[in-house]
């Protein structure tokens, strides 16, 4: 990668001027009291190969969303990740196997098993061919320690069928500044399939908690991705209270099918609402605990964020972070991919997408086309149960062609709304829910 030399080099484009030397770039685009030039709105429009209607809108520091992020079609392709079963995702790393969903592939109701995301810390497991043995394990602070296998599982306890938002607690990360450790993941890190199974809860009390019992600990038969024995991919645990909520269930069924291989098949936990990572693939045991547990992937900045912020790029150990539990209010446009182009005369657009707000819900979502300056409320969809994602659509006015942005952004039912940008910088980048920007050029 070469570094920005001037402004004569023409082929050093405004995305890669922001990328080597940021604060050069702005300097540039924008000038010192941080007013548009008009060569660099020039230089925008010819870049973004349309004229920006609502530029005089636009806050000082205002990137087009285009040029600071461009979008697939006009970048060299992203690599994709490949897979039968799947549609195309995008592959944000291979060992672990990381791999991401457009958000625009996510405008179903319910997440399909071709559109889910991808999270491996560790190996894949090897399938098995007798899914009813499986047996889950349930001890520590209980006071009848159970193996259970799956068929007895399956027919022992009620079944539930629950549509649940899971979301990867670094979902999002990509808009940090400075740039975090961990996949850069942008909104695709969430899903919400239908699933189902028995409640963690009935399977708890069946094995009797003892008054110590304060925390999980879960395991699973992923290997670790060293090939060590005796480590654990990825082994979190969780307060007691969120173990026994109604909603927490150990799934064998996926969208009314056997859970997929690469999803955790046959038997994973749902952790709807908090990091994906509580939601343990492969689950061979529960191990309850009389203390925080303390398994890999807990304690520090692992899934822990600042109570007070910290400055961004600082070294954290996290000692006095909190635990990351119920996910951020934040929401999808599902209808329109980033860098869409749409006829001339277009002049209004029906917008769709999903909303989610951890344990809680999403009160609203609006969205603006105009930088922000006016923002128009969407109509949002009641969960179809609790810890559901939903629905939202809406339409919004276009005033002419051009680039215009759709900036969405929800609000929770305690009325907290997305930040404009990644708010509480951590270093491992958990917990970002800026507002999201999708360009769509019209003509
Ligand atoms: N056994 C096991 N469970 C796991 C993981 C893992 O690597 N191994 N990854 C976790 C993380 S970080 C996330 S976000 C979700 C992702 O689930 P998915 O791959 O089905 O989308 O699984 C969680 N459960
Ligand atoms: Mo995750």
């Not at 991919?233 to 799934?251: F, H, P, Q, V, Y």
């Not at 547990?293 to 899934?303: L, P, Q, V």
């Not at 929401?331 to 951890?358: C, E, K, M, N, Y």
Request: net charge positive; aromatic share 8%.
């Amino acid at each position: 990668m070469t570094s920005y030399k001037g402004p004569r080099q023409a082929e050093r484009s405004l995305p890669e001027l922001y990328r080597d030397d940021p604060e050069r770039a702005d300097a540039l685009a924008w000038g010192r009291r941080g007013a548009l030039r008009g060569t660099a709105l020039a230089t925008m429009g010819a870049a973004l190969g349309a004229a920006i209607p609502f530029a005089g809108r636009m806050p000082a520091g205002t990137l087009p969303e285009l040029l600071a992020r461009p979008a697939a079609a006009q970048t060299a392709a992203p690599q994709v990740f490949r897979m039968e079963g799947k549609n195309d995702l995008i592959l944000l790393g291979d060992r672990p196997l990381v791999a991401e969903t457009p958000e625009s592939q996510l405008d179903e109701p319910i997440t399909s098993a071709r559109n889910f995301f991808i999270r491996n810390n560790g190996q894949m497991p090897e399938p098995v061919s007798d899914p009813d043995s499986w047996t889950l394990t349930i001890d520590g602070e209980v006071n009848t320690p159970l193996s259970i296998k799956l068929g007895e599982l399956r027919t022992r306890f009620p079944n539930v069928t629950l549509q649940l938002q899971m979301e990867c607690g670094g979902n999002g990360r990509g808009a940090y500044v400075p740039q975090t450790r961990g996949n850069q993941w942008g909104n695709g890190a969430i899903s919400n399939a239908e699933w189902t199974g028995v409640r963690l809860r009935d399977v708890l009390n069946a094995a009797g908690l003892k008054p110590s019992a304060i925390y999980t600990g879960h395991f699973g038969a992923d290997p670790h991705l060293s090939g060590a024995t005796d480590r654990q991919a990825i082994n979190r645990g969780m307060r007691l209270a969120k173990a026994m909520d109604e909603d927490t269930i150990l799934a064998f069924r996926m969208n009314g099918a056997p859970i997929p291989q690469i999803h955790g098949a046959p038997l994973r936990l749902i952790t709807p609402g908090w990091p994906g990572s509580f939601s343990q693939k492969w689950l061979t045991r529960i191990w309850i605990r009389d203390k925080i547990h303390d398994g890999a992937g807990m304690g520090g900045t692992s899934y822990r964020v600042p109570v007070k912020p910290i400055v961004p790029g600082s070294d954290n150990n996290g000692a006095d972070f909190a635990e990351l539990e119920s996910m951020p209010v934040r929401a999808i446009l599902s209808s329109h991919a980033h860098g869409s182009r749409l006829p001339a005369g277009t002049r209004g657009l029906d917008l769709r997408g999903a909303a989610w707000a951890g344990d809680l819900t999403a009160r609203a979502v609006h969205a603006s086309v105009d930088f922000g300056a006016t923002w128009t409320e969407m109509q949002v969809a009641a969960p179809a149960n609790r810890h559901a994602w939903q629905r939202w659509q809406g339409r919004v006015a276009l005033p002419s062609d051009g680039y215009f942005e759709v900036w969405y952004r929800a609000t929770d039912s305690q009325g907290r709304m997305q930040p404009h940008a990644a708010a509480n910088w951590n270093p491992q980048g958990y917990s970002a829910n800026a507002i999201s920007r999708a360009a769509i050029l019209v003509g």
